[in-house]
């Protein structure tokens, strides 16, 4: 993270859970973002299809956002979450639907 920019988990946390704010930025975002293994747009993927399952859409318009940044296009996108309308079911694949279709027409 930049020392000049704070995150997006410092605007929101950082006075109220500082330690919290450290793990996403240093850990999360650092060491397990970071681990050579994964193509940061296979990790993309895989934490679009984590949120659309468990039904985290605050965190799925940060994450719509990254995997576009990391190559990931919208069509592909919505693919993903018609898929896994199959696999998690039906509301949760259309509440994503609606946070993506705000996202990408606003």
Same mark, same amino acid.
């Given at each position: 993270?930049?020392?000049?920019? /704070? #995150? $997006?988990? @410092?605007?929101?946390? $950082? &006075?109220?859970? /500082?330690?919290? *704010?450290?793990?996403? &930025?240093?850990?999360?975002?650092? &060491?397990?973002? %970071?681990?050579?293994?994964?193509? @940061?747009?296979?990790? #993309?993927?895989? =934490? *679009?299809?984590?949120? *659309?399952? #468990? $039904?985290s859409t &605050?965190?799925?318009?940060?994450?719509?956002?990254?995997?576009?940044?990391?190559?990931?296009? %919208?069509? %592909?996108?919505?693919? +993903?979450?018609?898929?896994?309308?199959?696999?998690?079911?039906? /509301?949760? +694949?259309? #509440? +994503? =639907? @609606? *946070? @993506?279709?705000?996202?990408?027409?606003?």
């Open positions: 993270m930049s020392s000049h920019q /704070p #995150s $997006g988990a @410092a605007r929101m946390f $950082g &006075d109220f859970a /500082p330690q919290l *704010v450290h793990f996403t &930025d240093h850990v999360l975002f650092g &060491d397990v973002w %970071e681990r050579p293994g994964l193509t @940061a747009r296979d990790r #993309s993927l895989i =934490t *679009v299809a984590s949120l *659309v399952t #468990s $039904g &605050d965190q799925l318009r940060h994450h719509l956002g990254r995997a576009k940044d990391n190559g990931t296009s %919208e069509a %592909e996108l919505i693919e +993903a979450i018609t898929h896994l309308a199959f696999y998690t079911g039906w /509301p949760r +694949a259309m #509440s +994503a =639907t @609606a *946070v @993506a279709k705000y996202l990408f027409h606003r």
